[in-house]
């Protein structure tokens, strides 16, 4: 939930070639393993899905000499849940598994602080109507290496290292709604993490998919973790279900921004 991070602005522009990029990598990698699958072990799995988050936490954003307020997200301003839509692709090829995944964050909402509130260098009055929005658009690339892969059982198991990157793009704004006062800052940033994932399964009927990557430095962090449990009655087809958890926490070069972001989401699969 990288919110803020350097306030170096993005135009719309930067974020169509983000979407373009991230379209044209899903497609070359679909046709890339469409036309070697000749070998049995290839898979090719693309999903869409629906997913409600809540954050907790708090945020804020240095302007210059002026230090940054730490707004609560649950007293100070208190956010609505982000709904979205999610959007994967992936293949397996042998013990290696490449994926692209999309989703979005959209939280805002409204409060009234008791005290005077410094963000992004402009101060926000005490007793003042204050409005927050916080959006970001991650594109997910992992690629995930099984050093345990038994996936020709009717009982499966996969256990493996995984590698991503999360580029975000993403934007704060806080507006006082009395005075019409409005500060806005955006960034796209990319996120690596390492982490593991890992599958049990009754053949393709039912399994449980669980994955976490995590980046710890100088008393920063970044966690993903999602747990998940497809049920296909159809060989090529069924659904699925999970619980997503980001914890961030970030206090560098005038940023602030300590959160959590978790919910549940849900969709359907087909896979070749």
Request: glycine share 12%; no cysteine.
């Given at each position: 939930?990288?919110?803020?991070?350097?306030?170096?602005?993005?135009?719309?522009r930067?974020?169509?070639?983000?979407?373009?990029?991230?379209?044209i990598?899903?497609?070359?990698?679909?046709?890339?393993?469409v036309?070697v699958?000749?070998?049995?072990?290839?898979?090719?799995?693309l999903?869409t899905?629906?997913m409600?988050?809540?954050?907790s936490?708090?945020?804020?954003a240095?302007?210059?000499?002026?230090?940054?307020?730490?707004?609560?997200?649950?007293?100070?301003?208190?956010?609505?849940?982000?709904?979205?839509?999610?959007?994967e692709?992936?293949?397996?090829?042998?013990?290696?598994r490449?994926?692209?995944?999309?989703?979005?964050?959209?939280?805002?909402g409204d409060?009234v602080?008791g005290?005077?509130?410094?963000?992004n260098?402009?101060?926000?009055?005490?007793?003042?109507?204050?409005?927050?929005?916080?959006?970001?658009?991650?594109?997910?690339?992992?690629?995930?290496?099984?050093?345990?892969?038994?996936?020709d059982?009717?009982?499966?198991l996969q256990?493996?290292?995984?590698?991503?990157?999360?580029?975000?793009?993403?934007?704060?704004t806080?507006?006082?709604?009395?005075?019409?006062?409005?500060?806005?800052?955006?960034t796209t940033?990319p996120?690596?993490?390492?982490?593991?994932?890992?599958?049990?399964?009754v053949?393709?009927?039912?399994?449980?998919t669980g994955?976490?990557?995590y980046?710890?430095?100088a008393?920063?962090h970044?966690l993903?973790?999602?747990?998940?449990m497809?049920?296909?009655?159809?060989?090529?087809?069924?659904?699925?279900?999970?619980?997503r958890?980001v914890?961030?926490?970030v206090?560098?070069?005038?940023?602030?921004?300590?959160t959590?972001?978790?919910?549940?989401?849900v969709?359907?699969?087909?896979?070749?």
């Amino acid at each position: 939930m990288t919110f803020i991070w350097q306030g170096h602005p993005v135009s719309e522009r930067d974020k169509t070639t983000i979407w373009r990029g991230f379209v044209i990598a899903l497609f070359v990698l679909v046709h890339l393993f469409v036309s070697v699958k000749a070998h049995a072990d290839e898979m090719i799995m693309l999903k869409t899905g629906y997913m409600t988050l809540d954050a907790s936490g708090s945020f804020g954003a240095a302007g210059g000499l002026t230090p940054a307020t730490r707004i609560d997200v649950d007293s100070t301003i208190r956010l609505a849940r982000s709904n979205g839509m999610t959007i994967e692709g992936a293949v397996q090829f042998g013990d290696m598994r490449a994926a692209l995944n999309y989703f979005p964050l959209d939280f805002s909402g409204d409060g009234v602080p008791g005290t005077t509130l410094q963000y992004n260098g402009q101060s926000f009055a005490a007793g003042n109507s204050v409005h927050a929005g916080l959006k970001a658009d991650v594109y997910d690339a992992s690629l995930t290496w099984y050093l345990l892969n038994m996936d020709d059982l009717p009982a499966r198991l996969q256990i493996g290292v995984e590698a991503a990157v999360k580029t975000v793009h993403a934007t704060s704004t806080l507006q006082d709604r009395t005075t019409g006062l409005i500060r806005s800052t955006s960034t796209t940033v990319p996120i690596p993490t390492l982490g593991a994932r890992g599958r049990m399964a009754v053949s393709d009927f039912v399994g449980l998919t669980g994955r976490a990557g995590y980046l710890g430095y100088a008393g920063n962090h970044f966690l993903d973790s999602e747990v998940q449990m497809e049920f296909s009655p159809l060989p090529t087809a069924g659904f699925y279900a999970g619980y997503r958890l980001v914890d961030l926490k970030v206090d560098h070069a005038g940023v602030l921004l300590d959160t959590r972001v978790s919910g549940p989401f849900v969709g359907g699969f087909v896979r070749f």
